[in-house]
């Protein structure tokens, strides 16, 4: 098993807000997140795919085509938008890193036919990242909040 | 969804690498300049990997600033600017490898309360890094 990892980066805004809660719920819980104006970081995205090298091509997948899927599925969808008004996968769910990375995980998934997705790893700041593998058990990952979270 | 959170975090402390099972010679041969009497020092870089639920309420695995909080006061108090053979006990008995210090932070965070600790990644420099997912294979001295 060979794995391949190809990096992209794209700038989003987002800001951390739950209608369930009180503003100083909001605020104890999101604290500068919760600005109401929101804020961006320049995210960092490495999707790693398994597999092994195709003897014709001596390659685990085509990059041309695994860089046209993350053009597409992920830059297309997020560089440059504010995540929580922008991004419909992301309704009813704060966008946090982990929310995020899940959704990617998501797109990417069906996407990616020749190789297995491996990793999903997105860096908020460089000090901050998460590893999404998949569905653990075939479960549903993270409920949505409710309808008009965000919004 | 299978989610690890991962936050890096720094410190910088010096050791000195110098086992009281093998002799003076043998010491410097087995460590080299790590076996300098007086110690050195390194900028540790410590990455720390959590999993479990995303809370729907949050959206988060664990409140960065409690994992922060609980870092902080577990690890990155205790070790920073300090000489870790003297001033950290389980460094009175073991040498302070990074392998070692892999898994004496290991276990200094495995009661987090807010997730499930999965991974300790340190970097002693910029070009060897280590990690530990707290379970040693064998026997260790």
């Known amino acids: ?9 794209f700038s989003a805004s987002h800001l951390y807000h739950n209608p369930a809660f009180s503003a100083e719920e909001n605020r104890r819980v999101f604290g500068k997140c919760n600005n109401p104006h929101g804020h961006g970081h320049n995210y960092v995205l490495e999707v790693t795919v398994a597999g092994d090298p195709d003897p014709a091509t001596g390659m685990v997948v085509n990059l041309a085509e695994l860089k046209a899927i993350l053009q597409r599925e992920v830059t ?6 504010f995540l929580n008004y922008e991004v419909p996968e992301l309704n009813g769910q704060i966008p946090t890193c ?11 998934h069906p996407k990616i036919t020749r190789g297995n997705l491996h990793r999903v790893r997105l860096y908020e700041t ?3 990242f998460v590893d999404c593998y998949g569905e653990t058990n075939g479960a549903g990952g993270s409920p949505a909040v409710s309808k008009d979270i965000l919004k | 969804m299978n989610l690890h959170l991962t936050r890096r975090y720094r410190f910088a402390a010096s050791h000195r690498l110098d086992s009281a099972w093998l002799g003076g010679e043998q010491n410097r041969l087995v460590y080299g300049k790590c076996n300098n009497p007086y110690g050195h020092g390194h900028n540790y870089v410590v990455e720390i990997a959590v999993s479990g639920p995303v809370d729907p309420a949050t959206g988060m695995i664990a409140n960065l600033s409690e994992l922060d909080a609980f870092v902080e006061r577990e690890v990155i108090e205790p070790f920073d600017h300090t000489y870790l053979n003297e001033e950290i006990p389980a460094f009175r008995e073991r040498i ?9 932070i290991f276990n200094r965070l495995r009661e987090f309360p807010r997730a499930k600790l999965e991974r300790v990644r340190v970097e002693e420099t910029s070009l ?7 379970e040693l294979s064998g026997s260790r001295p």
């Open chain 1, 1 to 9: 098993m060979v794995y391949l990892t190809r990096k992209i980066e």
């Open chain 1, 76 to 81: 297309d969808r997020m560089d440059h938008r």
């Open chain 1, 98 to 108: 982990e929310n995020v990375a899940a959704v990617i995980w998501r797109l990417l």
């Open chain 1, 126 to 128: 460089p000090d901050l």
């Open chain 2, 96 to 104: 302070p490898t990074a392998e070692n210090i892999c898994i004496e």
């Open chain 2, 128 to 134: 060897n890094s280590f990690e530990y997912k707290g």
